[in-house]
């Protein structure tokens, strides 16, 4: 099975959380990287999206091999952590 990559973003997907997978320059070679976050801008020439950490990512649009929109991160659950997923609480007097 063989899967078609592509990118399907453009500047209407403007403060959409995106993913792009592309070819970062590593030294001599190539290594493909994925990117998550909000996109912040979108042109003929780049992507810039705004990582969770704050930090800018541009990435050259001719070296972007895939991107799409994705749904918002999941919200982490404010507590303790102690109660598992699934697993009732004691209740027993």
């Known amino acids: 099975m063989r899967y078609r990559l592509e990118v399907r973003l453009s500047a209407a997907d403007l403060g959409s959380r995106v993913v792009i997978r592309w070819r970062r320059p ?8 994925d990117v998550v976050g909000v996109l912040a801008a979108a042109d003929s020439t780049s992507f810039t999206v705004r990582k969770a950490s704050g930090e800018l990512v541009t990435i050259p649009r001719d070296r972007a091999l895939a991107g799409k929109t994705v749904p918002a991160a999941p ?3 404010q507590g303790t952590g102690t109660r598992r997923r699934g ?3 004691d ?3």
């Open 91 to 93: 209740r027993s007097e």
């Open 87 to 89: 697993v009732a609480p």
């Open 75 to 77: 919200r982490r659950e």
């Open 26 to 33: 590593a030294g001599d070679r190539d290594e493909i990287a």
